[in-house]
């Protein structure tokens, strides 16, 4: 384990809970038996300094657990883990002053202080005296462009506006790490292209910190990580850049149809996998030769009226398929 | 304004209930157990003293409970900030604000009743509800810690409200049966209020107080370090159960 270059490392992380069985009554015996769920199963982790690093994968692959899990929330089964040089099991304390977390949900804040006030709270329990806090509050809200709303209640900004405020409170202590899950979820496009914006270019690129950032957006982790780990059924799959992640699957070439109705596109190519947009269903069909496929893709689509076909390059989504048979159950959003 | 005025509603029905019962403020009967045939100014302090009770039983837990349901929780408990402190600033904010609420009923009781206070007996009153207070809050950031895990702790805190006013003499001294008696020697209530009804209502001297005070502060440690231990444990349980992410 290198520490001087790494910011995060995990080593053998398993994190599992218990789903007790039912009992059909109060008190008696149970109906089946108790399951052990493996939310993070082993996991081997290295992120370095400065790197801008995604989690993708999809909801219930682990990617929450494990974030919990670096940030002391959650006590791992098995394994530990080093943030900034701490490990979180023996010095907790140390690793979450390095780290700054921000998770899904608007239900985060308190909703009837204000966003100044809210950062005063949290900067307060990171320790910072109140000109330092008044000080790092005043530099956020500026830089999020939140001045004019500080001191309205967070009931009356947008999720947006509560996003910004979410993550100004996990740089109000100006951390090394960054772990943010999910961090443009249920962003509307332009607030979106803003978190991204400013994650990508102000605090990895600028600032240097060494971000962790789950999502389910694969168009998200292609566009702003330097490697991605791929996480499915709690394990990590994969782990490389996009671009080598998208050259490992053995065609480098994907049959996109999108067609109104449902065609029986099954045995056609390698792999096939469908998805509905806007009520348009988009077929994906993996083939070594993409030209080869294109007469039994309109022999087959039938009754469904074929509205394109594009010939596109592998997206991350193709690289999830490839390695797991499932796929992502984000859909990429329009923008 | 309801939590100053709550506890005097409550009591107003047992004045009645003990004026009915014995013919009048003031009964032989109950001085032989009391100490002091004064009814009314007897319960009157227990509904007082009381208001401690219900602030920390349903303070601290629910203030846990609120983090919990808007989210808040998962950032304190994952800030380096120590619990401890975090959980002190809840309990002063309590302390206050049940601070504002007793001396809101002082004023009920000595105007509205005719309840008198000496100035020189503030001092003594006021250190021994100082370390009522601190054993209450003992058991506070122990139902605190339950609170992380059960969420919904309420039944429970209502069970042991229960127990507190069955067990200590607050409504009626704790001699009326002996199984009371013999519980109430564990509850920090019962010397609290041994000690501010002797200063208060029998004159007794300050000397009479430090046997009180002194166990009352024996108590507070046992309270705080059996509070803080549940606490500790409670943290570490959620963190391995992951019901510290659930509402």
């Known amino acids: ?335 | 304004m309801f939590w100053a005025i709550f506890p005097i509603l409550w009591v107003i029905p047992f004045i009645f209930q003990g004026e009915a019962l014995v013919g009048g403020m003031n009964s032989p009967e109950f001085g032989e157990l009391a100490g002091t045939e004064r009814f009314v100014p007897f319960v009157l302090i227990g509904a007082i003293v009381s208001t401690y009770l219900f602030s920390s039983l349903y303070g601290m837990g629910g203030s846990i409970r609120m983090e919990s349901y808007w989210g808040t929780l998962e950032y304190i408990l994952g800030s380096p900030a120590r619990k401890i402190s975090v959980l002190m600033g809840k309990a002063l904010s309590e302390s206050i604000s049940s601070t504002l609420f007793v001396a809101t009923q002082m004023v009920i009781c000595i105007f509205g009743f005719g309840l008198t206070l000496a100035v020189g007996k503030i001092l003594p009153i006021l250190l021994t509800m100082l370390l009522l207070v601190a054993g209450l809050y003992g058991m506070a950031i122990a139902l605190a810690g339950v609170t992380l895990q059960i969420k919904e702790s309420r039944s429970l805190v209502h069970t042991i409200e229960y127990l507190f006013y069955l067990f200590s003499p607050i409504r009626y001294p704790v001699g009326i049966h002996p199984l009371i008696a013999s519980v109430s020697v564990i509850i920090p209530l019962t010397y609290a209020l041994i000690a501010i009804r002797g200063v208060w209502l029998l004159n007794q001297p300050i000397n009479a107080l430090w046997r009180n005070i002194g166990i009352l502060a024996v108590l507070d440690v046992v309270f705080i370090a059996f509070g803080y231990s549940i606490f500790y444990f409670m943290e570490k349980k959620v963190r391995k159960s992951g019901a510290v992410s659930q509402y």
């Open chain 1, 1 to 335: 384990m290198d520490i001087s270059r790494n910011a995060i490392i995990a080593k053998g992380l398993v994190k599992t809970f218990k789903k007790k069985a039912r009992r059909k009554y109060l008190v008696g015996p149970k109906i089946g038996k108790d399951e052990l769920i493996y939310a993070v199963n082993g996991v081997d982790l290295e992120v370095k300094k400065g790197e801008l690093f995604g989690l993708l994968g999809p909801n219930g692959a682990g990617k929450t657990t494990l974030v919990k899990c670096l940030s002391t929330l959650l006590l791992p089964n098995r394994g530990t883990a080093l943030i900034n040089g701490h490990d979180i099991i023996d010095d907790p304390i140390a690793a979450r002053e390095s780290i700054g977390i921000t998770t899904g949900g608007e239900r985060t804040l308190y909703w009837k202080l204000s966003g100044r006030d809210n950062l005063r709270y949290f900067a307060a329990l990171y320790g910072l005296s109140s000109a330092k806090a008044h000080e790092r509050i005043d530099y956020l809200l500026e830089i999020m462009g939140l001045q004019e709303k500080q001191d309205e209640r967070i009931e009356k900004y947008s999720t947006g506006m509560r996003q910004k405020i979410s993550i100004c409170r996990a740089l109000i202590h100006d951390p090394l790490v960054l772990l943010l899950d999910e961090p443009t979820l249920g962003l509307d496009p332009s607030f979106s292209r803003f978190i991204r914006s400013f994650i990508k270019k102000d605090l990895n690129e600028t600032r240097g910190k060494t971000i962790l950032l789950t999502t389910h957006y694969m168009d998200e982790a292609d566009q702003l990580c330097d490697r991605i780990a791929i996480m499915n059924n709690g394990k990590i799959v994969a782990v490389d850049t996009p671009e080598n992640l998208k050259k490992s699957i053995p065609h480098d070439e994907v049959l996109e149809v999108k067609c109104v109705g449902t065609a029986d596109f099954e045995g056609i190519g390698q792999r096939m996998y469908y998805r509905t947009e806007n009520g348009v269903s988009v077929y994906r069909i993996h083939a070594e030769y993409v030209e080869e496929i294109m007469s039994e893709v309109i022999k087959a689509a039938d009754s469904a009226k074929i509205l394109s076909m594009n010939v596109t390059k592998p997206t991350l989504e193709d690289v999830f398929i490839h390695l797991t048979g499932a796929r992502l159950t984000g859909e990429s959003r329009e923008e």
